[in-house]
């Protein structure tokens, strides 16, 4: 008898524990992935591997890198680094099957930071480009020439499909290039990154070595040569450095980076817009005031009325720090930024947010946060189909390693989250529909970990988690 009340006892509490654990299921947000990933060291790739190697040749061009150039798609910045001497600040270029070539002239700098003095720094615009063309480009001219390729982006418009590659916090380790790695294999082809911030990660060695900014650029080179990356600046940008005499934040990104501030009439190059195909792309600066009344806050407020979603219904934003971020890593260091701007993104429809900053992937519910004042009290996200989705991709695998430590239960505006590196995919098909894939680095190229058909919050501002094909 007693060993049978045992056994009741026993299934009773298995019964209850199940019941128990479903209800826990049922009351979290939503999914976090019970993937299993190498947990190893994240440890950079050392300065001798076969990735920063310079390129042959007396004075040749190094670390080249081109991003948009205008507000439209039509000029092109290229950057390189020539080391032995100045050299030519020329790009020859032309149009494939052209028999005309071109010539741009651009401007050359260098800085000091502590002890480093860096190479020449090159940076020359092209521009009136043709939409949807191919470009070759030389740089090096008269010395040792060095060719590369871009495409350029289709007319903006609202229906013509543009697919962009998400990467952050990528760093120089080896799985730094396991994600660059997968990114250009990738069956469905990245025409352009939108990189969410912290690029090389130079400021982890002493005295910031930026040694490991050159290394960087010439790592990223295979890609950064031939499809633009558009640059968010993240606090490891910020090479703040008092105690050897470094006061001047971003001074090495600044040299070395290049963004069409100007253009759209920012006043700083850390936050700026810019329009690709179908899509109005808003970068914003975690790291830069955004109080009201100082410049950035002025510029969005008189940049979101410029959006026109019959010309561009994609309206995506771009920032550092995430302000919807369930990780115990960085918990709620956006937290002051959503409070100045979210209202702003709920009125205006954005469609999605990349960010960076935590070393780890989530993707987040449609939410807004923007009904409490003083007096209410009311501080919970709540389900709002004029919301953007949130999405944290700063997965690329820098020497700081994984943000592995979540908080507990997943809280409702999270929607999937996975410590693991990787990168992601979105493609924008129509002004309604755009497809988005999430990569893990372990699996196959073509292998998706977390998916989701974007609806457009402008021409089909309907709920994608309950339609059929989400
Ligand atoms: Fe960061």
Redesign the pocket.
């Known amino acids: 008898m007693g060993r049978r009340l045992q056994g009741l006892d026993l299934c009773s509490l298995l019964f209850l524990g199940l019941v128990l654990n479903s209800l826990v299921l049922f009351c979290n947000g939503g999914k976090t992935s019970r993937y299993v990933r190498r947990l190893e060291a994240t440890v950079d790739m050392p300065l001798d591997s076969d990735v920063f190697c310079v390129p042959s040749g007396y004075n040749a061009p190094q670390q080249v890198h081109i991003t948009q150039g205008d507000v439209e798609g039509k000029a092109v910045i290229v950057s390189w680094v020539t080391q032995e001497a100045k050299g030519s600040n020329t790009v020859l270029y032309w149009k494939e099957n052209s028999s005309k070539k071109l010539k741009a002239h651009g401007k050359s700098t260098t800085y000091k930071f502590y002890n480093y003095t860096s190479g020449h720094i090159h940076h020359c615009t092209i521009r009136n480009l043709e939409y949807d063309s191919k470009y070759y480009y030389v740089v090096g001219v008269g010395q040792t020439e060095r060719k590369f390729w871009f495409f350029t982006p289709p007319q903006v418009g609202p229906d013509v499909p543009y697919t962009f590659g998400l990467i952050g ?1 990528l760093g120089q380790s080896f799985d730094s290039n396991i994600t660059l790695t997968h990114y250009e294999n990738n069956p469905i082809k990245g025409q352009t990154v939108l990189f969410v ?2 690029l090389s990660y130079a400021d982890q060695y002493p005295n910031h070595d930026n040694n490991r900014w050159d290394s960087w650029g010439r790592f990223v080179e295979r890609s950064t040569a031939y499809q633009p990356w558009i640059w968010t600046m ?3 940008e910020l090479d703040f450095a008092p105690k050897i005499g470094e006061t001047k934040p971003f001074k090495p990104f600044k040299h070395r980076y290049r963004t069409p501030y100007r253009s759209s009439g920012s006043t700083e190059p850390f936050w700026y817009s810019i329009k690709r195909g179908p899509a109005y792309i808003i970068v914003l600066a975690s790291y830069s005031a955004y109080g009201k009344y100082t410049p950035q806050y002025t510029w969005l407020e008189e940049e979101f009325p410029k959006v026109n979603r019959t010309e561009t219904p994609w309206l995506i934003v771009l920032m ?2 995430p302000w919807y971020n369930s990780y115990d890593y ?1 918990y709620m260091e956006g937290e002051t930024m959503r409070v100045m701007y979210e209202p702003w993104f709920v009125k205006n429809k954005v469609d999605v947010v990349f960010a ?2 935590v070393h780890a992937y989530e993707r987040s519910e449609r939410v807004s946060n923007i009904a409490y004042n003083v007096v209410n009290g009311i501080c919970s996200p709540v389900k709002d189909q004029s919301a953007p989705v949130y999405i944290t991709i ?1 997965d690329g695998g820098n020497l700081e390693g994984l943000a592995t430590k979540m908080t507990e239960p997943q809280p409702k505006y999270s929607a999937y989250r996975e410590a693991s590196f990787g990168h992601a995919i979105f493609s924008i098909r129509n002004r309604t529909h755009a497809y988005y894939g999430w990569h893990r680095n372990q699996d196959g190229y073509a292998v998706k970990g977390d998916t989701m058909w974007f609806y457009n919050r402008f021409w089909r501002p309907t709920d994608e988690s309950t339609s059929s094909d989400s």
């Open positions: 916090d911030g912290d993240g606090n490891h550092h720090s960085h960076g900053h700063g």
